[in-house]
């Protein structure tokens, strides 16, 4: 890559870090949660395309298609729908802003201290080799996740799907009031259990009755 797409690559990464700062703090700042939400999925796409200039194709797409196609619309669908009293969310703010700017301070402290250039200087972190044109990110995670790293990933589906038949089960408690049934006993069910014919004998009312009904 040339001196000029450097420089290039550099504005506009300085461009999308200013616009992800600044969404991520209107996000917390504002006052109406629908914009919240928007500036929430402005973070989101401007993530993307530092994911983007990383030459992280597939964390971009991602990010956009499950966060922002996904999770971002549900938000906005829950936010719009329900009817969110916005005087009863603000009390109490200023009596929680001592301890939770002093949480936020420690905070920046601890990431400043790990993130610093004792670390993370240009000297400890190794620029990577350039890519060659046909070279796909989404291919080359695809055989290290189904190759090297086979066994963890199964393991963490195998985690994943605990976690969703748990969620599952405690959901489906027996309760009271509901009504569960079970297909397997459904199944067994014969005719003669759930109909039963009952023969009568038939009925013909009176012609006197019935004229002196209709005169009536």
Do not use: C
Not at 84 to 107: C, H, Q, S, T
């Amino acid at each position: 890559m040339s001196f000029q797409g450097l420089i290039f690559q550099d504005y506009v990464f300085y461009a999308l870090a200013a616009i992800l700062l600044f969404a991520g703090l209107r996000v917390i700042t504002a006052r109406n949660p629908v914009h919240a939400a928007l500036f929430l999925v402005l973070a989101f796409f401007t993530a993307a395309g530092i994911w983007l200039l990383l030459e992280a194709e597939f964390l971009a797409i991602a990010l956009v298609l499950v966060y922002v196609g996904a999770v971002m619309v549900l938000f906005l669908f829950v936010v719009m729908m329900l009817d969110i009293n916005l005087d009863k969310l603000r009390e109490g703010f200023w009596n929680y802003l001592p301890i939770a700017a002093f949480v936020g301070v420690l905070m920046a402290a601890e990431m400043a201290m790990v993130l610093g250039t004792q670390y993370f200087s240009a000297e400890h972190i190794i620029a990577p080799a350039p890519h060659p044109a046909g070279y796909s990110n989404t291919a080359e995670l695809g055989r290290q996740l189904y190759t090297d790293y086979l066994l963890p990933f199964e393991l963490a589906s195998v985690v994943l799907l605990v976690a969703i038949v748990a969620a599952i089960t405690l959901t489906l408690r027996d309760r009271k009031e509901s009504k569960s049934m079970n297909p397997a006993e459904q199944v067994k069910v014969m005719k003669a259990d759930r109909i039963r014919i009952v023969q009568m004998a038939s009925f013909k009312e009176p012609e006197e009755e019935s004229n002196t009904k209709e005169g009536a």
